[in-house]
Nanobody, 126 residues
Framework: QLQLVESGGGLVTPGGSLRLSCAASGATLDDYAVGWFRQAPGKAREGVSCISSGVDGTYYADSVKGRFTISRDNAKNTVYLQMNSLQPEDTAIYYC???????????????????WGQGTQVTVSS
């Protein structure tokens, strides 16, 4: 069965960049629509971005559109989230999940998926 592991989080200053990875094993990730979600301290989990299976379409929350880019590397069975122009409000634990109904990124939840990673911490602070 599918297993997901996030990596790439860390501490950056405002305006900085990070590239998160969601590495899959046990199945071909290209068969799944994959979403990125985040949860800040004391806040509910929110949808960030999603990439569809098959012919790839991408989806972004308004709060990150123009700053974040989701992509796949099928040879590495990995989905990435490139995060640019990071701000303190982006501080959260970031999770990847599959399969995802990508349009759910535009909603407040629930976010239904069979498989979730363990999360990776992103902290943006001066």
């Amino acid at each position: 069965q599918l297993q997901l592991v996030e990596s790439g989080g860390g501490l950056v200053t405002p305006g900085g960049s990070l590239r998160l990875s969601c590495a899959a094993s046990g199945a071909t990730l290209d068969d799944y629509a994959v979403g990125w979600f985040r949860q800040a301290p004391g806040k509910a989990r929110e949808g960030v971005s999603c990439i569809s299976s098959g012919v790839d379409g991408t989806y972004y929350a308004d709060s990150v559109k123009g700053r974040f880019t989701i992509s796949r590397d099928n040879a590495k069975n990995t989905v990435y989230l490139q995060m640019n122009s990071l701000q303190p409000e982006d501080t959260a634990i970031y999770y990847c999940a599959a399969p995802v109904y990508c349009r759910s990124i535009y909603y407040s939840g629930p976010y239904e998926a069979d498989y979730w990673g363990q999360g990776t911490q992103v902290t943006v602070s001066s």
